[in-house]
């Protein structure tokens, strides 16, 4: 009985695990996000579980896709969306982009997500940049807690941090939508 009982309370605490997920977004309040028409996701830091890594980008891809965005390759993209799975160790803004020449968040004033080096990324937590593909500046990042730690979670994780995560992403002017306050974790 008392397993029964305890079984049933797991399989209850699963669907509040799924709707408690933390995400946080910020933008540039002076890009013109109208300009963004195709895109291109990869995976920028992997977190080494490749089933999860496809789930989180057609999760990305295809939000993107109902705003009416197309899917396309790198080279011929508007915006180039890049995932960022932190890893057990420090996760860091600079460590995201060590690799990378000309890229990085700093570019962004995003007042929420100040440009500071010195952030650590919790193990599990998916950060989702959006790149004006043209200059290398990012316009918008997104920040979801609990989703790369636990790849048997399936795919319902993504696809509803990324729906969260993009009905923010404005889609004219950035400053006529609002910019998000919400602090990054």
């Known amino acids: 009985m008392k397993l029964m009982l305890a079984c049933l309370g797991l399989l209850m605490s699963i669907p509040l695990k799924l ?3 933390e995400v946080a977004t910020d933008h540039s309040s002076t890009f013109d996000f109208s ?3 195709a895109f291109a996701v990869k995976v920028g830091t992997p977190w080494g579980e490749p089933s999860s890594e496809a789930a989180a980008k ?3 891809a295809k939000r993107l896709v ?3 965005w197309k899917e396309t390759d790198e080279s011929s993209c508007d915006a180039l969306v890049v995932l960022h799975g932190a890893r057990p160790g420090k996760q860091t803004f600079r460590a995201l982009y060590s690799d990378w020449l000309g890229y990085g968040w700093h570019n962004v004033g995003a ?3 100040a440009d500071t080096t010195d952030y650590d990324y919790k193990p ?3 950060v989702v940049d959006i790149f004006d593909a043209k200059t290398k500046q990012v316009v918008f990042r997104g920040v979801a807690k609990g989703l790369t730690a636990k790849p048997a979670s399936g795919n319902a994780k993504f696809d509803k941090a990324a729906k969260k995560m993009l ?3 404005p889609s004219g002017k950035s400053g006529a939508s609002g910019e998000s306050t919400n ?3």
């Open 183 to 185: 602090p990054p974790f």
């Open 58 to 60: 057609q999760a990305i």
């Open 19 to 21: 709707a408690a997920q």
């Open 124 to 126: 599990g937590t998916l």
């Open 66 to 68: 109902k705003r009416g």
């Open 35 to 37: 300009r963004l028409q």
């Open 167 to 169: 009905e923010d992403l």
């Open 111 to 113: 007042p929420a997500l």
